[in-house]
């Protein structure tokens, strides 16, 4: 079995959380490589075959340039905080249309304490979202099957950091699953913890969540006209 991350991968995380600038990074640029980046392109590598097996419609693309792995460096021109790095790696296994419609992915996250896979929507667009929520009011029996699963619930937490507070306007308040129309972002997540991240059982992990978050994914590829 296979071992992609080590205690290394956390140290350099911690260590870059601690000496975000860009002189310690450059000192701690082979860590990074070895303990790290090239560790995730490998677990993206070992994962296609999984996800294939779940949709033939998702990649898991190790390119360094334009595929699954997130750049370590943060766009920070928009931000208050100027730090030059990100102190996690993610992943994001994408949907084959994703440049030419909204669409959901799987993602993968490596942090100290923090690791997690989860799929869904994340910030999309007013016209996905109101997209998505006719979608679940007319078609609210697949919606409970795809969302409402207990075996969905009852690994994955549904995430609620940005709800509206009341009824999206012009949705029935008494629809059975108002508070899912109140989301703003539709993502089932879990957290991962540091001994799976670092243990031979990760992408036999990951590739079981994969296939228990396969349906609802499947379902908001229906909602966008995404094939799954």
């Avoid at 996905?128 to 994955?156: C, E, M, Y």
């Avoid at 957290?191 to 908001?220: E, H, K, N, S, W």
Wanted: aromatic fraction near 14%; hydrophobic fraction near 35%.
């Amino acid at each position: 079995m296979t071992t992609y991350f080590s205690d290394k991968s956390f140290r350099f995380l911690r260590g870059l959380a601690r000496n975000n600038d860009k002189t310690w990074f450059a000192a701690h640029k082979a860590d990074y490589e070895a303990h790290v980046r090239q560790p995730f392109l490998q677990l993206i590598t070992d994962l296609q075959p999984d996800l294939a097996a779940v949709s033939t419609q998702f990649r898991a693309d190790p390119r360094t340039q334009g595929g699954s792995l997130f750049r370590i460096y943060r766009d920070a021109r928009f931000s208050n905080d100027k730090s030059p790095y990100k102190q996690w790696q993610g992943a994001r296994l994408f949907h084959v249309r994703r440049r030419e419609l909204p669409a959901p992915s799987f993602y993968v996250h490596l942090q100290p304490g923090e690791s997690f896979v989860g799929a869904g929507l994340w910030h999309p667009e007013p016209p996905t979202q109101r997209k998505l929520r006719q979608f679940i009011v007319d078609n609210p029996g697949s919606w409970k099957r795809a969302a409402h699963d207990p075996r969905l619930r009852k690994r994955f937490e549904f995430e609620t950091s940005e709800m509206l507070v009341r009824p999206p306007h012009g949705f029935p308040a008494d629809f059975e699953y108002i508070d899912d129309l109140k989301h703003k972002n539709w993502v089932f997540w879990r957290t991962l913890d540091d001994a799976t991240m670092t243990g031979p059982q990760l992408r036999q992990t990951i590739a079981a969540d994969l296939v228990t978050l396969g349906p609802f994914v499947d379902y908001l590829c229906a909602a966008l006209d995404l094939e799954f």
